[in-house]
């Protein structure tokens, strides 16, 4: 069984920062890629952004040189660094992590449970 936990959402002015992070925990054989989703109210989930097991990242448009995504593979924690928000950057935000629970199983994907973030004056 493997668990993701999410802590770091809350209200921000726009223009403050934010850091996300999500551990895994449980029977983790190995991790592959990690990823932040955002939903907002009436929107379809999207990617935020990714890093590959060789430390590749990757990012929307919307957030290219304001978040950063990182993470630390001996603590199985993927973390999201989010500068000068904007309120179009409210929505619900969800870590994804690919795992491998066991050397005989096969890579699944785990999502966190999700974490509110809402950036108003």
Known sequence: Q?????????????GGSLRLSCTASGSIFSIGAMAWYCQAPGKQRELVAVITSGGSTNYADSVKGRFTISRDIAKTTVYLQMNSLKPEDTAVYYCNLKIVPTSRARVTDYWGQGTQVTVSA
């Open 2 to 14: 493997v668990q993701l936990v999410e802590s770091g959402g809350g209200l921000v002015q726009p």
